[in-house]
């Protein structure tokens, strides 16, 4: 069974620019959830959309958005890139509110 | 006061031994606690979870939950080499599916 996917792996962007991360959960979960993960901290949670429907949000700023589709895949667009921006972006898909599990990451870096 | 308090580490153990790694929360209100396993440059991996108070044992691989003293804990019997890697502590309460997760303890098991 396919796992959690996520595209791009890698991304390279300027101050300013906008960024829009995808990610396909497992088959059968609804559930998708983002969470942003600088380098030697834990995973911040980000959003989480359930039926296409935002049930939960992080304290991150407007300038992080995100929604889902009717096929449970989902999107994170993140707007007038920071250089804090810079860290790895996960996906986490789950069947229920309680086990997640975590795709590849897209590794965003912001000059 | 952090909401999830993990020792950071680097916690160094010989081959075989018994590596025992320890997380504290804040909020009463928790009710589903995880250990991911994060290798260098890799995304979290789901490898327990634990939902009561007491033992929970996957392998060699023990889950203890003690919500009275809100710490939770993770035991690895017979380390071995493969298990170094960066052990993340999650708590999530009843509302929704948002982790909250420690900063992570880094495991060493030295042959």
């Known amino acids: 069974d396919a796992g959690v996917t996520q595209s791009p792996t890698h991304l390279i962007k300027t101050r300013g620019q906008h960024v829009t991360l995808r990610c396909s959960p497992i088959s059968g979960h609804k559930s998708v959830s983002w969470y942003q993960q600088v380098l030697g901290q834990g995973p911040q949670f980000i959003f989480q959309y359930y039926e296409k429907e935002e049930r939960g949000r992080g304290n991150f700023p407007d300038r992080f958005s995100a929604r889902q589709f009717p096929n449970y895949s989902s999107e994170l667009n993140v707007n007038a890139l920071l250089l804090g921006d810079s860290a790895l972006y996960l996906c986490?898909?789950?069947?229920?509110?309680?086990?997640?599990?975590f795709g590849p990451g897209t590794r965003l870096t912001v000059l | 006061q952090k909401e999830v308090e993990q020792n950071s580490g680097p916690l160094s153990v010989p081959e075989g031994a018994i590596a025992s790694l320890n997380c504290t929360y804040s909020d009463r209100g928790s009710q589903s606690f995880f250990w991911y396993r994060q290798y260098s440059g890799k995304s979290p991996e789901l490898i327990m979870s634990i939902y009561s108070n007491g033992d929970k044992e996957d392998g060699r691989f023990t889950a203890q939950l003690n919500k009275a003293s809100q710490y939770v804990s993770l035991l690895i019997r017979d380390s071995q080499p493969s298990d170094s890697a960066t052990y993340l502590c999650a708590v999530k309460n009843n509302q929704g599916g948002k982790l909250i997760f420690g900063q992570g303890t880094e495991l060493s098991v030295k042959p």
């Open positions: 986490a898909s789950s069947l229920t509110f309680n086990e997640q599990f």
